[in-house]
């Protein structure tokens, strides 16, 4: 078990959003090694067929196997709600989380028979993702999802704070602050909404509870790791692969992990 | 010619986007059947190389040519810049028309030795595309391009008039108010800009002309059909097909073209 423990941790997304997830997993576990792989070149998959999905994730998924990893974490909501049982298949006997599975599950244990809004892109919003898996361990809960793409080009743009930020979210969620569906749990359903943490949260009143699938993903990694002795505590270091755009993914990445890149920083690699 | 004139006019984009020019195609041309397909399975181009961009316009074109067109017009700035040279090899003897162009030479005629804002896409700017065609015919003009990626989400979420939508804008060309680059024209230089024409031109003073490249290339069909002889005058039929996504392509599609369209309206095709 010595070598595995050493291994890194591999972090797949669509894009450069899941840069969230590794900024969390890097807080929670300072001492992993983790490689990240972007799809950049056949981003999004959101609008993709699932069995097109899949593949992709597949692809991907062998990519990093190849670099030798011990955990594998989609953090891309898509790829988790269509393809993480074929991924676990392709993995075995090495695990793989999704960011929807943890998400829910704090969510639940925030507010158990809880009324929860998912904010999330039209992809995930019409798989009912954080629904059915809400549903699987609160049958009691309440859930209400709303797709907000306009979020997602915010983050991306960097308008994290300010008024234009503050008027995007008002628009999107002001119809729940009264009616017959008044939320006490608000999911981040989408990699790129923990940069719009502040706005999102300011728009609500202060006892609804913000769940955060990028820091509820990461904490499920450390325990996942813990309880399988698998935690190492000699490493630390990211790696950046991505298929496509190594400018506008340091540019924009950047942003999402809280650091400086440059292009130099990300290796691009065919899949 | 009397077979070839009955033949539809053929329009491609990478989505939904082109649908502002097969509007203004219409409009311009009431009697001309027209078809458009939208590769919305590969969308956006914008990230994808060279070489792909080509691909996948030059396999949109062959579809397009199986049903018989007598134009094709290129309804994508990407596909515009990237591929106008290889699909009129592929078209010829008949004509292609990009919205690059067009929009280039309609921005030149209104305002000589002008200064021209270009707003466009992260893609269409980093091109150059309207800033190269604008030399080309007016070596004197001076122009700037501004990447407003936000307007595209901000155009296919519908939300083209209202509070939001003017502080999107105004945070995107403001600093184009003062300073030493103040343009006397501004150039929709990405098909979903039409749309948002009024919060745009709100945003400058009267005095600033405002390029459509939707109907500049719509006036630009007209007059090289004209010269062709190539006009019709009993069609005004249209036809969509996408290569994924009706629902959507119906849902946004029906406001880019200002009509409502349903699901059974779209017909899928693989390319």
Same mark, same amino acid.
């Given at each position: 078990?010595?070598?595995?423990k050493a291994l890194p941790i591999g972090?797949?997304?669509?894009?450069?959003?899941?840069?969230?997830v590794l900024k969390s997993l890097h807080e929670e576990l300072p001492n992993e090694d983790l490689v990240y792989l972007g799809d950049t070149a056949r981003l999004p998959y959101g609008t993709k067929s699932p069995a097109s999905i899949s593949r992709y994730a597949g692809q991907a998924t062998a990519k990093?196997?190849?670099?030798?990893?011990?955990?594998?974490v989609v953090a891309c909501n898509t790829a988790s709600a269509v393809a993480l049982e074929t991924l676990r298949l392709q993995m075995d006997?090495?695990?793989?989380?999704?960011?929807?599975?943890?998400g829910a599950a704090a969510a639940v244990q925030a507010r158990?028979?809880?009324?929860?809004?998912?904010?999330?892109?039209?992809a995930t919003v019409g798989l009912h993702a954080y629904r059915d898996a809400i549903a699987g361990i609160d049958p009691d809960a309440h859930v209400d999802e709303l797709p907000c793409e306009m979020l997602v080009a915010l983050a991306e743009e960097g308008w994290t704070t300010g008024a234009v930020a503050e008027a995007i979210v008002h628009r999107y969620v002001d119809a729940f602050k009264e009616g017959d569906f008044i939320p006490n749990s608000v999911i981040l359903g989408c990699t790129h909404f923990p940069l719009l943490r502040e706005p999102i949260a300011s728009a609500f009143d202060d006892d609804v509870t913000i769940i955060? &699938? =990028?820091?509820?993903?990461?904490?499920?990694?450390?325990? %996942?790791?813990? &309880? =399988?002795?698998?935690l190492?505590?000699?490493?630390?270091? %990211?790696?950046f692969m991505a298929t496509d755009g190594?400018?506008?993914f340091a540019r924009v990445g950047g942003m999402f992990l809280g650091k400086r890149l440059t292009r130099a920083d990300i290796e691009i690699v065919d899949l």
């Open positions: 078990m010595a070598e595995r972090v797949f997304d669509s894009g450069v959003g899941g840069l969230t990093l196997q190849e670099q030798g990893i011990k955990l594998l006997p090495l695990p793989v989380i999704g960011v929807v599975e943890p158990p028979r809880g009324k929860h809004l998912v904010l999330a892109t039209e955060d &699938s =990028a820091s509820t993903t990461a904490a499920h990694a450390r325990e %996942l790791l813990a &309880s =399988a002795g698998l190492h505590d000699a490493g630390g270091s %990211l790696r190594a400018s506008r």
